[in-house]
C-alpha cells in the first residue's frame, strides 16, 4: 500500500517507528510512504496522527521494510 502524508495546513512532523527517524514537512510538503505487501491474515503497518505530527508503525511481523520519498522524489531513510 502506498501513501501520501501532506502537511496541507502548516508544518508537519512524521515519525517512523520502530526505527526513530523524524522529517519535518514543511507547508505544502509531502511524504510517499510505501508498505511492504502482506499476506492476507496481517496488516503491514499502520499511521497515527495528532495535530502537528503523523507517526508511521511498520510492522515486524511482515517481510520486508516500509519505504518513503520526499516530494523531490529522493528516498529518504524510514
Known amino acids: 500500500m502506498r501513501i501520501r502524508i501532506s502537511a496541507y ?3 508537519l512532523t512524521v515519525r ?13 510538503d509531502h511524504l510517499d510512504v ?3 505487501p502482506a499476506p492476507d491474515d ?3 503497518g499502520h499511521v497515527e496522527y ?4 503523523v507517526t508511521v ?5 511482515v517481510p520486508g521494510f516500509t519505504r518513503a520519498w520526499n516530494a523531490n522524489g529522493e528516498e529518504v531513510t524510514t
Open 57 to 61: 508503525f511498520s510492522s515486524s511481523d
Open 50 to 53: 495528532v495535530p502537528g505530527a
Open 9 to 11: 495546513e502548516g508544518p
Open 34 to 36: 510505501l508498505f511492504p
Open 16 to 28: 517512523f517507528e520502530p526505527s526513530g527517524m523524524e522529517y519535518e514537512l514543511s507547508s505544502g
Open 42 to 44: 496481517q496488516v503491514a
